[in-house]
């Protein structure tokens, strides 16, 4: 048990899959897991631990922005054990050819901040994925048909950014979506000595002002978690 982790010694897997929302991670451990017992409630951040075809998984909220996941992140690998962390997530789009219900996967992350930088001091860290997580992801959706775009993504430090530039410049830097979690994520996961990969679906289309209804939701991020298990255990 940890400060921010009910979970007992052994009641978390190597593999853990992290939405953001507890809500949404009780729906997919309902949905995908086979047995799954809830491992975590404190401050109502979700967690359930199940079997996915016999492998033992993880679901385990994150909560919104980088600083809750650098603490979720690093008691998951630090005091659990936990290998392999994979964000399973909403964005929003940046260029006008990622539509809604594409799949991102972050390759790489661009940020004005990282929770890390009092640990990195002067250094700038690119946050990268790892890439056999990132090859296999982009595999499984390629041969299932979806769409998918790999590359740049932005991690936000305020959902509510007022600098009316700040989308113009990534636009123009090739950044594909916009997300607030996974730049520390990888931060974290590299530090620690464990994989990570951000596999994100677009719920929101900025540059039309397009979103997603919450049933279209419901349905996209199914095909997101399906990926993200299959990447895991491929």
Sequence with gaps: MTIHLSAATGEIAETVLMPGDPLRAAWAAKRFLDDPQQTNHTRGMLGFTGRWRGERVTFQASGM????????ARELIVDYGARR?????SAGSLQPGV??????????CTTLSLPSRSILREVTLAPCADFGLLSRAHRLASDRGLPVHTGNVFSSDLFYEERDDLRAIMQRH???????EAAELYATAAREGA?????????????SGAALSPEER??????MVEIALE????
């Design 218 to 223: 419901e349905t996209g991020f199914a095909a």
């Design 195 to 207: 994989q990570a990969l951000a596999i994100l679906t677009v719920s929101d289309h900025l540059p």
């Design 85 to 89: 962390l994979i964000r399973i997530g």
């Design 174 to 180: 090739g950044v594909l979506a916009v997300e607030m």
């Design 231 to 234: 990447t895991a255990f491929g």
């Design 65 to 72: 922005g980088m600083a809750s996941m650098a603490i979720y």
């Design 99 to 108: 539509g809604l219900r594409d799949l991102v996967l972050a390759q790489a």
